[in-house]
């Protein structure tokens, strides 16, 4: 186990990081923030000078690889970090130098057990991308197929888990201040960051959800997913096929090529409602670098390391609640909210349909140029604190992809109004899910469910047997030792605490001492 100090050092260099780049400046004013953490973010800011404007994207690159990712999974919580840090991290992209092209030769020859030109005539040295897990190569196989390999950067698995139990370190110390940092449940964020940034390391996972997204999506017309090569691919290395297309950032080439930037963006909307609300399973890094566009207007997705799961109920919440946004029944949208259990029952019905429709109305029949998803999702992040409502992590990756989609789809026509176009397929959803013969049909399945459940039901009492809630049960959270005792007297664990701050304090002044 690492030690508290190795940690507290840890935090106390990458804080002067953050601090040179005005990213402390937020969280010390936040009136939310503990005492003891705002009294560290003076300590690792001490003697530095701070930009006028934070630049959160920049803090998190120079930190490394793992910040990277941690950057943004917290753009998914403007509750946590706030609204300006949030929209710096939405742009932060994990570009960093490529890795030596004999190491990662090396690399595809371990992952695969053979020697590289078994599988490829020829592998394209200079890397067509390079991220913080891995970096992309063209080649051409041995039967004469052109390829992408993703080959992931030597040792990145051990670097990040060493990041990550500090980050779960520390969130488990905010968490303890209780108070609005026990509401925003840094210790299941980072548990997330962690579920997802584990399923990234493997690229055989990557693969296989690459697979499962191409078969759900067989029906849906200008989408595709590129094929994997199953042969050439392991836990290090991973093989597809070779898409020629335009970036979909690139405006100017789509308008060249004859392509309609409303009908693609359309496109593009369509295919993320149809992974998120009919397959619950979607592509949750749809930014503006992993699409393409091909010569028929196809758009293809790649990349697919970070992938989101809604299960069929919380489906069903998801899209009545869009719809219930989209039409101005708020009321209906609030009974949403108290049945999931996401507002707990103490609170008004009536009141919480009432701030809700603070959010929703001034944004009904506009442009995304005047209101968009992201500040829909801003104005609801505001009202949760005043409801207390908890986060729900196994919605995190859907608020970020929306807000990724709405942003890419902006771009290509900045007059689309992310709430008209998806109206008609959230309605049609609804009808075929929710209508008479659908709930006919779930009726009966439930019936039969329960006849099976009898002889364990009647032994159960009913008051033991509370109401199942819109959140997934929360995973396992690791155990960690806080730097104080909660069973030591009050007094010892208070001076604990003041040591602790006095040491790191020792460490941040000695950092700025060595510059």
Aim: proline share 6%; hydrophobic share 45%; charged share 25%.
């Amino acid at each position: 186990m690492t030690a508290a100090r190795t940690h507290i050092f840890r935090l106390l260099k990458w804080g002067r990081i953050l601090a040179r780049h005005g990213a402390l400046r937020d969280i010390e004013n936040a009136r939310q923030t503990p005492l003891p953490v705002r009294r560290l973010c003076r300590i690792a800011r001490f003697g530095t000078i701070q930009p006028k404007r934070p630049d959160y994207a920049a803090a998190f690159r120079e930190i490394g690889p793992a910040a990277i990712k941690l950057g943004q999974t917290l753009a998914t919580r403007p509750d946590l970090v706030g609204e300006d840090a949030t929209h710096n991290l939405l742009g932060l992209q994990d570009a960093l130098p490529p890795e030596p092209f004999d190491k990662i030769c090396e690399q595809i020859e371990r992952a695969l057990d053979a020697p590289w030109e078994k599988f490829f005539q020829s592998i394209d040295p200079e890397p067509i991308g390079s991220a913080s897990i891995a970096q992309v190569h063209k080649a051409v196989t041995t039967d004469g197929r052109t390829v992408a390999v993703k080959v992931q950067r030597p040792g990145i698995d051990k670097r990040f888990l060493r990041d990550i139990e500090t980050y779960e370190w520390a969130a488990a110390h905010l968490e303890a201040f209780g108070g609005e940092a026990a509401r925003l449940r840094p210790r299941l964020t980072i548990a997330n960051f962690k579920r997802w940034t584990l399923r990234e390391l493997d690229l055989r996972r990557e693969a296989a959800s690459a697979s499962e997204l191409k078969d759900a999506m067989q029906s849906e017309p200008f989408y595709e997913v590129p094929e994997i090569d199953w042969d050439r691919t392991a836990g290090k290395v991973l093989t597809l096929d070779w898409i020629d297309g335009i970036k979909i950032a690139d405006r100017e080439g789509i308008l060249a090529a004859g392509h309609d930037p409303h009908v693609l963006a359309n496109r593009l909307v369509h295919a993320f409602l149809r992974q998120a609300i009919s397959e619950g399973f979607f592509h949750a890094d749809m930014h503006q670098g992993n699409l393409l566009v091909r010569s028929d207007g196809t758009i293809v997705a790649i990349d697919f390391g970070i992938m989101g799961r809604i299960d069929r109920k919380a489906r069903v919440w998801l899209a009545e609640i869009l719809y219930g946004l989209i039409t101005g029944n708020y009321r209906r949208v609030a009974e949403i909210h108290f049945e999931a259990q996401y507002v707990p029952a103490h609170h008004n019905m009536e009141e919480f349909a009432t701030a809700l429709r603070a959010v929703g109305e001034p944004m009904r029949g506009k442009p995304v140029s005047e209101l968009s998803v992201g500040m829909m999702l801003d104005g609801l992040f505001a009202i949760t604190r005043d409801f207390d409502m908890q986060t729900q992590p196994h919605l995190l990756l859907l608020q970020k992809t929306m807000v990724m989609v709405e942003g890419v789809a902006t771009s290509l026509d900045p007059g689309i109004n992310m709430w008209d176009t998806a109206a008609p397929f959230v309605r049609e959803w609804i009808r075929t899910e929710l209508g008479p013969e659908a709930k006919a049909a779930d009726g009966i399945r439930r019936q039969f469910e329960t006849l099976a459940l009898l002889p364990d039901l009647v032994r159960r009492l009913d008051a033991q047997l509370p109401r199942e809630g819109g959140a997934p049960p929360a995973p396992p959270l690791p155990e960690v030792k806080l730097i104080w005792d909660r069973d030591r007297p009050r007094s010892t664990a208070l001076a604990f605490t003041v040591t602790a701050i006095i040491a790191a304090a020792a460490g941040a002044a000695g950092m700025a001492w060595l510059g």
